[in-house]
C-alpha cells in the first residue's frame, strides 16, 4: 500500500500522488475534475541512455561489413543466402572438388575419355527430349490411328520421327554440344534450345519453298547460322586432311543439297573435340613426364651430397 512508507518512517516523495495504488491513482485521474499534473522537478528522468552519433554511426557501419563478409562467405549451396549459419560452411568444399582431388592420374584420363564416347549418347538423348512430340505422335499412332495409317505402320509419322533426329542430332553435333570437358551445364542447355529452334525454322523454312513452288514465285535460301566452330573450342581449329576431306566428300554426296552444309558443319565439330581430346591427354602426358623428370633431378642431387653436406644443410636451412 501507498501509506506504509509515511508510518515507517521511508523515504518521502515530493510527487504526492506517486505512493498511491494504482488502482486508486486510476480511479482519481478519471473522478477528479481537476487534472493533475507533474512538474518539471517531479518527472522522473528518461532511462533511456544518451546516444553519440559518431559511435552509433561506426556501430552501424561495423554491423554492415560483418554483414557483408557474412554473406559473401556463404557458398551458394547454401539455402540461406543472408549470412545466417555462415560459420558452418567455413570449412565447407564442393563435392566435385574434393572428387578431383582425390582422383589419381589414371582415373583423370578415363573421366576425360568417358566424357569423350559419352558425348554421342548424350546427343541421342537430347535429341530424343527435342523430338518428343514427333515420337508422341508416332505411338498414338500405333495405339489409336487410323485404320489406313496402321496399315502402313504409320510410315509418315516414322519419317517425322527420324527426320527431327537425325536434323536435332547434326545441330548439336554442329553447335558443339558436350564437346568441351567440365563446362556449365547452363551452356549444353542453350545449346540445345538453339538445336531445337533451328529445326522449327527448318519446318517453316520448307513449308515456304512448298507455297514458293506452288505460287511460282521464288525459293527462299535456308540460312542455319551455326556459329564458328572457333568459338567454342579450347584448342586451335583443325582442317580435315586429304583423306578425311574425301570420306566426308563421299558421305555428303549421298545426302539432299539442303542438309550437306549443317553435316559438314557436324562433321567438322566431331574432328575437333576428338582433336581437343587428344591434345589435352597429350599436355596431360608431357606435364607428368616433366614432373617425373624434375622429381627425379632432385632425387639424384639429395643422393649426391655427402652426409656433411645434408648436416650442414639440415641446421643451415641451405
Known amino acids: ?13 515530493a510527487d504526492p500522488v506517486s505512493n498511491l495504488d494504482p488502482k486508486l491513482r486510476e480511479f482519481l485521474e478519471k473522478e477528479s475534475p481537476v487534472r493533475y499534473q507533474q512538474t518539471p522537478a517531479q518527472a522522473q528522468p528518461s532511462s ?13 557501419e561495423a554491423q554492415q561489413k560483418g554483414d557483408a563478409d ?3 562467405n556463404v ?16 570449412g565447407y568444399r564442393p563435392q566435385a572438388e574434393v572428387e578431383a582431388d582425390a582422383m589419381t592420374d589414371h582415373d583423370r584420363l578415363i573421366s576425360v575419355l568417358d566424357g569423350y564416347t559419352q558425348r554421342k549418347e548424350q ?14 505422335a508416332w505411338i498414338n499412332c ?46 549444353d542447355e542453350d545449346i540445345q534450345m538453339h538445336a531445337d529452334a533451328l529445326y522449327q525454322r527448318v519446318l517453316a523454312h520448307e513449308a515456304a519453298v512448298n507455297k514458293a513452288r506452288e505460287e511460282g514465285t521464288p525459293v527462299p535460301v535456308f540460312d542455319p547460322v551455326i ?3 572457333a568459338t567454342r573450342s579450347t584448342g586451335p581449329r583443325v582442317q580435315p586432311s586429304e583423306e578425311v576431306k574425301k570420306q566426308w566428300d563421299e558421305k555428303l554426296q549421298e545426302l539432299p543439297e539442303s542438309e550437306r552444309a549443317v553435316e559438314e558443319a557436324a562433321l567438322r565439330a566431331d574432328l575437333q573435340a576428338k582433336s581437343d581430346v587428344a591434345r589435352n591427354m597429350k599436355d596431360f602426358y608431357e606435364s607428368r613426364k616433366k614432373q617425373k623428370q624434375e622429381e627425379r633431378q632432385e632425387k639424384d642431387v639429395v643422393e ?15
Not at 75 to 90: C, I, M, N, V
Not at 123 to 136: V, Y
Not at 304 to 318: I, M, Y
Open 123 to 136: 546427343i541421342s538423348k537430347i535429341a530424343m527430349e527435342n523430338c518428343a512430340e514427333t515420337q508422341e
Open 142 to 187: 500405333m495405339k489409336n490411328g487410323s485404320w489406313t495409317d496402321q496399315a502402313q505402320l504409320c510410315r509418315h509419322q516414322v519419317r517425322a520421327f527420324e527426320k527431327c533426329y537425325q536434323t536435332q542430332s547434326r545441330f548439336l553435333r554442329a553447335l558443339g554440344y558436350g564437346a568441351v570437358a567440365d563446362r556449365p551445364a547452363a551452356v
Open 48 to 60: 533511456q541512455p544518451v546516444q553519440h552519433p559518431t559511435v552509433s554511426k561506426a556501430v552501424a
Open 75 to 90: 557458398p551458394a549451396e547454401s539455402l540461406y543466402q543472408d549470412g545466417r549459419y555462415a560459420h558452418l560452411w567455413k
Open 304 to 318: 649426391g651430397k655427402t652426409v656433411a653436406e645434408q648436416l650442414w644443410s639440415k641446421f643451415t636451412g641451405r
Open 70 to 72: 557474412a554473406k559473401s
Open 1 to 13: 500500500m501507498g501509506w506504509w512508507p509515511s508510518i515507517l518512517g521511508g523515504s518521502s516523495s
Open 227 to 229: 556459329p564458328r566452330l
